[in-house]
């Protein structure tokens, strides 16, 4: 078989998950960056909202323009699951579709070279993955699928109801991850703090916590996508009492107007919403991260700068802006009253704004302060600086540290390797660092 493999992985961190268990069944594969001399090219797509799904085509298509006359163009993930039919008729070009449950027979298709759709969403259970991008962080799937029942979100429509892992095949993908080195993870899926309540468990992450503490050699970790309707208090007790997991959350509450909330089918009104909050922010060393939507199908102008309102005087040390996407198979796409796309946009602006002065605030709050970072590797920015973030963010979202690497002290700072560092300035929206003497050489 062909040897040489060009792989791009679109969309989210469970996508990219997704990719690296393709990367495991194809390790006798070459990796290269050059697509024209490929004998495989992998695309594993988002199929979220339409500047996603525009991203993909446009991906596909590119990769079949330049590409060699006897390669395989594969597509895979989820605008393949969700639009199959239509893309296997309108995109003869691809050779291979195949959507969200056949990852890890990948090299199967490649062999037989044919399409194919499994039933079931793919849970990692056993499979080798070649984790990327980082020699000591990785993410760890929790489930797939979904039981809300948001108005704007597609994908319990091409995924499916919740479907979580077992406890115990997370555990021992951590334990093998932590065998190779790694000692940094962050746990994801569409909504995880429902975790395990498909199998009639109510605080499955509370378990998780649990289990993944007595794994020895993990160090740092964090839960990414909590939704507010199923995260509860003592959860939210349960994170800040663990002496791995930090007091990260993030939280897509998608708008605070009681109105819109219910508009959006989200669960949880405005009161519950700002209890849950306010009790992460009061926490100690807390990062509390939202994502708000603007111009969903009745959403005024009152409720709007109510949205900002409260976005600017929160404290959010993070904020996403999405301007919402009208999509088929969602309520809210039956919905009347839909936003004109100029104001949409203009929203998404005002809005945009505002997330970009609360992240500089939440970064000028930092300066000053004795913080755990990590080193991941040279600056883009200057040979003398190493890039780094903080142990607490989640890698390549929450942004970047520079270490001033000049003195011949700090030339011996290890990549991949905590250091506690005092976060001197912020320059620009990059903070600087400079890591403790007596550290240096260690």
Not at 405 to 418: G, H, I, N, V, W
Request: aromatic share 8%; hydrophobic share 35%.
């Amino acid at each position: 078989m062909a040897n040489k493999l060009h792989i791009i992985s679109l969309g989210c961190t469970k996508n990219l998950v997704d990719t690296e268990v393709m990367l495991g069944k194809l390790k006798n594969f070459e990796l290269t960056d050059n697509n024209e001399d490929a004998d495989v090219i992998i695309v594993n797509t988002c199929g979220f909202i339409d500047a996603a799904k525009e991203e993909s085509l446009n991906t596909v298509l590119s990769l079949h323009e330049a590409r060699k006359d006897d390669s395989v163009l594969v597509m895979a993930g989820c605008l393949s699951e969700r639009y199959q039919e239509e893309l296997m008729e309108q995109i003869p070009e691809v050779d291979i579709f195949t959507g969200v449950g056949d990852y890890d027979k990948i090299d199967e298709l490649l062999i037989e070279k044919k399409s194919r759709f499994s039933e079931e969403v793919y849970l990692i259970d056993g499979a080798e993955r070649v984790v990327t991008g980082s020699s000591y962080h990785a993410y760890i799937k929790l489930s797939e699928g979904c039981n809300q029942a948001c108005s704007f979100c597609a994908i319990p429509s091409f995924k499916g109801k919740l479907h979580s892992r077992d406890l115990d095949s997370i555990a021992r993908e951590v334990e093998k991850l932590v065998a190779k080195g790694y000692w940094d993870f962050s746990f994801v899926s569409q909504d995880s703090s429902s975790y395990l309540r498909d199998q009639n468990v109510k605080d499955g992450l509370s378990l998780l916590i649990q289990r993944i503490e007595l794994i020895e050699g993990v160090k740092s970790a964090r839960i990414l996508y909590l939704y507010p309707s199923t995260t509860s208090i003592k959860l939210l007790q349960n994170i800040a009492k663990s002496k791995i997991f930090h007091n990260y959350f993030d939280m897509p509450i998608q708008h605070i107007n009681d109105d819109m909330l219910r508009i959006m089918k989200r669960g949880f009104g405005k009161d519950q919403t700002l209890e849950l909050l306010e009790y992460m922010r009061a926490l100690p060393d807390s990062f509390v991260r939202t994502s708000f939507i603007v111009g969903h199908p009745g959403e005024t102008k009152e409720m709007f700068e109510e949205m900002c309102a409260f976005a600017d005087s929160f404290g959010f040390d993070r904020i996403n802006v999405f301007a919402y996407s009208d999509e088929e198979t969602t309520s809210a796409h039956e919905m009347q009253n839909k936003i004109d796309d100029e104001t949409k946009i203009k929203r998404a602006e005002i809005l945009g704004d505002i997330a970009a002065v609360t992240t500089k605030r939440s970064l000028q709050n930092e300066v000053g302060k004795i913080r755990q970072i990590v080193i991941d590797g040279q600056s883009d920015e200057h040979e003398f600086l190493l890039s780094a973030r903080e142990l607490l963010w989640a890698p390549e979202i929450d942004g970047e540290i520079y270490v001033n690497d000049r003195s011949d002290e700090s030339a011996d700072l290890e990549f991949a390797k905590p250091y506690e560092a005092k976060i001197t300035e912020l320059v620009g929206d990059i903070l600087t660092a400079t890591v403790n003497n007596d550290q240096k050489n260690n």
